[in-house]
């Protein structure tokens, strides 16, 4: 019974989601649906089936703005429970310096990476092994650019943060080493995603994410890097096809911004840990090493 209570509180944040996702697909679904009929109508079975399908279409249609109203409801439930775990800790978090330079490290290692990976794909034309990829990113794509940016760019980043690299991440630290709690967040980040290369993808941008977090001390630099991230995806997406030169270019050009700002990230001290009975002495004065 431990065991699966254990199990619970670790998948728990993702089943939600998920449960806040099916419920606002099946209300749209069920408004929509009644929004084409009136009440005292009958419908024969292949008007029944015709509806069906017209409301997958406009559900397919509007992926984006699906995940973006279960984000809204999903932050604030997960970031309470968040914080709650976060109190747990016999440790507190101080930094010793201003945000500013870890969090440029944090932007300049993401949008290397993203912009690299991305690259990659679009040169060696990857997304033509993967269909649930091709049609996931063209159902995506083809909404509102405002709406683009502002789920994919901001609410989903937040709300999956949440999920991951905080409840998920936080609550495995109390079961397993380090290793073992780090390949298990980014398995479950791939797995949610669901399509071959974004598996792949979110794993490796998950040990990334995690890496970020362990450097820099809070949990705002994986936000940021998510962020950072998506919101490069969706300019890439806006962009022409480059020449064979010009992706090669940009590959590696991208790769080593990455690289600098993960090893700006390695060699920075930007935190230190503090015993919670020795924090309320302590946190108010530290110094800036900048």
């Known amino acids: 019974m431990n065991g699966l209570k254990r199990a619970w509180g670790i998948v728990s944040p993702m089943v939600i989601f998920l449960v806040i996702q099916r419920v606002i697909s099946f209300s749209a679904a069920f408004t929509f649906m009644n929004s ?10 292949k008007q029944i089936m015709e509806l069906q399908i017209n409301a997958a279409e406009m559900l397919s249609n509007n992926i984006v703005l699906m995940s973006g109203i279960a984000a809204i409801l999903s932050i604030p439930i997960f ?28 932007i300049l290692s993401a949008v290397g990476m993203t912009m690299a990976f991305n690259l990659a794909v679009n040169a060696f034309e990857l997304f033509r092994y993967d269909i649930d990829y091709a049609q996931l990113a063209r159902g995506i794509y083809s909404e509102p650019l405002f ?23 936080e609550r ?9 709690r780090v ?37 705002w630099a994986p936000v940021l890097f998510h962020i950072s991230s998506n919101l490069s995806s969706l300019v890439l997406n806006q962009m022409n096809p480059l020449s ?21 990230l390695k060699q920075g001290k930007f935190y230190k840990i503090i015993p919670l009975q020795r924090f309320s002495m302590e946190k108010n004065s530290v110094e800036c090493d900048e």
């Open 36 to 45: 084409k009929v009136d009440a005292a109508e009958i419908l024969s079975d």
């Open 79 to 106: 970031y309470r429970a968040l914080n709650k775990e976060w109190m747990k800790r016999p440790y507190r978090i101080l930094p010793i310096c201003g945000p500013f330079r870890r969090y440029i490290y944090v």
């Open 147 to 169: 709406m683009q940016v502002v789920v994919i760019g901001f609410f989903m980043p937040v709300v999956e943060e949440l999920m991951f690299r905080g409840l998920i991440y």
């Open 172 to 180: 495995l630290g109390q079961y397993g080493n380090e290793a073992a």
């Open 183 to 219: 390949i298990l967040t980014s398995i479950l980040f791939g797995v949610y995603h669901g399509t071959l290369i974004q598996i792949a993808y979110a794993f490796v941008f998950s040990i990334l994410m995690i890496f970020a977090y362990k450097r820099t001390g809070t949990f």
């Open 244 to 264: 064979s030169m010009g992706y090669s270019i940009g590959i590696v050009a991208f790769f080593l911004l990455g690289m600098f700002g993960l090893y700006g």
